[in-house]
Nanobody
Framework: QVQLVESGGGLVQAGGSLRLSCAAS????????MGWFRQAPGQEREFVAA????????YYADSVKGRFAISRDNAKNTVYLQMNSLKFENTAVYYC?????????????????????WGQGTQVTVSS
């Protein structure tokens, strides 16, 4: 079982940066694929970024490529999301998620239904 706690959200001006952290409990954290998703008011949850536990391959939504970076520190049981050049439309609640199942494709890594553990979310507000 994995429990996830996000932190690092807040209010930032457009063009600024934030780094989100997701601390995980459980000794098998290193064997979970990890993802970040977000949900803006009135919108569906959408994929942001993900990282495999084997090899550390990363995946990004097209809208954040080149601006966001996902990373993980297995020794600290933590996954990060560095967000640069933030835009107003990046305002949302950001969720960390963990998936222990085999996810062979990039599409699977971006599919929220493949993740069985979720954090409570952290609010990111970008002012224009």
């Amino acid at each position: 079982q994995v429990q996830l706690v996000e932190s690092g959200g807040g209010l930032v001006q457009a063009g600024g940066s934030l780094r989100l952290s997701c601390a995980a409990s459980g000794r098998t954290f290193s064997r979970y694929n990890m993802g970040w998703f977000r949900q803006a008011p009135g919108q569906e949850r959408e994929f942001v970024a993900a990282i495999r536990w084997v090899g550390g391959t990363t995946y990004y939504a097209d809208s954040v490529k080149g601006r966001f970076a996902i990373s993980r520190d297995n020794a600290k049981n933590t996954v990060y999301l560095q967000m640069n050049s933030l835009k107003f439309e990046n305002t949302a609640v950001y969720y960390c998620a963990a998936a222990g199942a085999l996810m062979p494709t990039a599409q699977a890594m971006a599919d929220g239904t493949q993740y069985e553990h979720w954090g409570q979310g952290t609010q990111v507000t970008v002012s224009s």
